[in-house]
């Protein structure tokens, strides 16, 4: 029963993901060949964390699905992409266990919600009644390239950015009973070891011999010796190469069986990512491991001609542990601002983040004359983690200021664990009527609620309507939230 198309998207099929031309095989540039579709992932903050914007709607607005079930980071609605890094290459999963994917830019079917941007969904390969599989390499290496400008233009000069880059993997599928049950299984693994060029202005001797709080001098001691002059003497450039590495392993396995009117298909995908990126100060490296799991269990029964149902379950799971090494070993447990001029470190601090989504699908279609009528629910659990902690830090209006150790102001962050929890509910009903061959009309109604998050988050125990610190008795009045449940109204 093939799904009509009301609404206005882009549907790529495998021979468009295969053909077209991928740099470092990361499929989500495909994204942006829609009109309205900003899938630049250096445009926004969010973007560079695998989000994308559909008509100017932010990233957040965005709903994505792997065969059904849900995709999104937790708590971004972006791809399984390095938070904070430039991101994965292979991404979510390797290209070439991909279908085909849709991304749907305007008024979206009532069976999709949570979303006021786009709805990205994509499907997963399967196997058939022939084996099929492919092997392959990718090399990329810095004895092919040129070194740039500001390299050659330095006292000493910069040598090429290293790059060492290799992307290897395959697939395999076929079957394990003829027209009954078949399997497919992915890997891909990418191997990065590269530099990139980094430029800045930094501490000179002459301004480390100034300052007044040995503390400070310290600080400053670990930027970057200078290997340029600037105007001011106390203030030098430095050019040099910072390291970048990452290490990512995507695997993918997928069984299809067909028992009567039931087809079933289990899917499980885990994607392991190890990187770090050397800062400005050369002793620091921020890591970003992160590990994502994401796995569906599908029964699609057909009892009859016109009538098919589609039962999920689905996990999406995300854990994440962001760090520096300036945070455990800088001698200060600090970093200094010197504003317009820069800062000692580019950050010190710990993050350790895990979001997990529980879902559960269910859609009936029913072709009953010239109606396709469709009928569903689609509910979450999302239990999350999060421990953030990061080090002091003290701005400088001027030089002045900093040799005589006078703030403009300090930052100090509270972090600790949280536990939140939150849950989604939502049903809908639609109605495509073919009024004519060339005209159809679609109509439905959906009902979304989200549950307000309970846990400790800046609040006293982990009741969400439960009362106001010092406020008396548990009316409606003295409430942290109210439960509203009625359907969004304007006046």
């Not at 058939?128 to 090399?139: A, K, P, T």
């Not at 067909?258 to 921020?286: C, G, P, T, W």
């Not at 994502?292 to 029964?299: G, L, M, R, T, Y």
């Amino acid at each position: 029963m093939k799904e009509p198309r009301e609404s206005i998207g882009t549907e790529v099929e495998p021979q468009k993901i295969n053909n077209l031309p991928l740099n470092q095989r990361n499929f989500f540039p495909l994204i942006g060949l829609q009109p309205g579709v900003n899938a630049n992932s250096g445009s926004t903050t969010l973007n560079g964390r695998g989000g994308f914007e559909v008509n100017g709607a932010p990233g957040l607005a965005n709903n994505i699905l792997i065969d059904g079930v849900d995709t999104t980071f937790g708590e971004s609605n972006s791809l399984g992409s390095a938070i904070g890094g430039t991101g994965s290459n292979i991404n979510t999963m390797s290209v070439d266990a991909i279908d085909e994917f849709r991304t749907t830019s305007g008024v979206p079917s009532a069976q999709y919600g949570r979303a006021s941007g786009g709805i990205l969904t994509m499907t997963t390969k399967s196997g058939s009644n022939r084996f099929h599989g492919n092997l392959f390499e990718y090399i990329r290496n810095d004895a092919f390239d040129a070194n740039t400008w500001n390299n050659k233009h330095v006292a000493s000069v910069v040598p090429i950015p290293k790059l060492r880059y290799n992307d290897f993997g395959g697939n395999v599928g076929g079957p394990i009973l003829h027209d009954k049950a078949f399997f497919f299984f992915n890997f891909e693994g990418d191997r990065q070891n590269s530099s990139q060029t980094t430029t800045g202005d930094t501490a000179t001797a002459a301004l480390i011999g100034s300052v007044s709080n040995p503390a400070i001098a310290t600080e400053l001691s670990l930027m970057p010796k200078p290997n340029s002059t600037t105007s001011n003497p106390l203030i030098g450039f430095y050019t040099g190469n910072r390291s970048i590495t990452l290490n990512e392993k995507v695997y993918l396995g997928r069984l299809d069986w067909n028992v009567k009117s039931h087809h079933l298909m289990v899917r499980y995908n885990y994607n392991d990512q190890a990187h770090e990126i050397q800062q400005f100060r050369a002793d620091d490296f921020q890591g970003f491991p992160l590990t994502s799991q994401n796995a569906a269990i599908e029964d699609v029964w057909t009892p009859s001609a016109n009538l098919v149902n589609e039962f999920r379950l689905g996990l999406n799971r995300n854990i994440l542990n962001r760090n520096t090494t300036g945070y455990s070993t800088d001698p200060t447990q600090s970093w200094v601002i010197l504003t317009g001029f820069f800062s000692s470190d580019t950050t010190q601090s710990l993050l350790s983040f895990q979001s997990t989504t529980y879902g559960l699908v269910d859609n009936l279609t029913w072709l009953h004359g010239k109606h396709t009528l469709r009928f569903g629910t689609d509910d979450r659990l999302d239990p999350s983690r999060r421990t953030q902690f990061t080090s002091p830090r003290s701005t400088y209006a001027s030089i002045a200021d900093l040799q005589t150790d006078t703030p403009q102001s300090l930052a100090v962050s509270f972090g600790g664990p949280k536990h939140l929890i939150s849950s989604q509910w939502a049903g809908y009903a639609e109605d495509s009527y073919r009024m004519t061959p060339q005209l159809t009309a679609t109509y439905g109604a959906r009902y979304d609620y989200f549950a307000p998050m309970s846990g400790g988050y800046n609040i006293s125990g982990d009741d969400p309507f439960g009362t106001l610190p010092g406020c008396g008795g548990n009316t409606p009045r003295n409430r942290i939230q109210v439960p509203d449940r009625k359907p969004y109204r304007q006046s």
